[in-house]
């Protein structure tokens, strides 16, 4: 299948500082991206999806401000964590479909990132 | 609203099978799928179903009906490397996936 890898995979700051989480698709291109929030035995929460080339599309609640989306090319979506604080501490994910070989529409997952704000 | 029921727990024995139900009332239906997701990692995909009935692949079939909203995941044989959590998740009509709770396996010898 897909591959779509993260990083880094852990990342410990301090409050008040900023963190960028990078994701790519290594063997396929996608024009969207999706990123999302899992706190501890809890589901994935969709926080904001991606697309290449334009403004990201963000769920409700989630602040667009501190969470910075930025897909600049058809294989590199980042996610910055601005002023991060302790209740930001979370495993954050990513996930892109390959629009072109993917019949099912099936979603490939990045290894993900533990961030712990201190 | 949209909503995806599965069991938050369930609990079995190496070597035997166990079946893992989801429940959904969503605005549409665009296919539905498991996910397999171990501690601290990401999830991985199992299956995918659009039509129903069952679709086996290995050890883990998946079974859907649309007209009841349902779906199950069956895992047989089951090997200690099968504790996880299982998600269901469905694509709705604008092709948005909802999410499960998901439901955490956990496989005793």
């Known amino acids: 299948g897909a591959v779509v890898s993260q990083h880094p995979s852990w990342v410990i700051c301090k409050s008040g500082t900023s963190v960028k989480i990078e994701c790519r698709s290594l063997?396929?291109?996608?024009?969207?991206m999706f990123w999302y929030r899992q706190f501890p035995k809890q589901s994935l929460m969709l926080m904001a999806t991606s697309n290449e080339g334009s403004k990201a599309t963000y769920e409700q609640g989630v602040e667009k401000d501190k969470f910075l989306i930025n897909h600049a090319s058809l294989t590199l979506s980042t996610l910055t964590v601005t002023s991060a604080h302790p209740e930001d501490s979370s495993f954050y994910i990513c996930s892109a479909r390959d629009e072109i070989a993917g019949e099912t529409g099936e979603l490939f997952f990045g290894e993900g990132s533990r961030l712990t704000v201190l | 609203g949209q909503n995806i029921d599965q069991p938050t727990e369930m609990t079995a024995t190496e070597g035997a099978i166990v079946q893992i139900n989801c429940t959904y009332q969503t605005s549409g239906f665009n296919g539905l799928f498991w996910y397999q997701q171990h501690a601290g990692e990401a999830p991985t995909f199992l299956s995918y179903n659009v039509l129903d009935g069952l679709e086996e692949k290995g050890r883990f079939s998946s079974f859907l009906s649309r007209s009841k909203g349902y779906s199950y995941l069956l895992l047989k044989e089951l090997q200690m490397k099968d504790s996880a959590s299982y998600l269901c998740?469905?694509?709705?009509?604008?092709?948005?996936?909802?999410w499960g709770a998901g439901t955490k396996l956990i496989i005793k010898p």
């Open positions: 063997d396929f291109q996608a024009t969207t």
């Open positions: 998740a469905v694509k709705d009509s604008n092709y948005q996936l909802i």
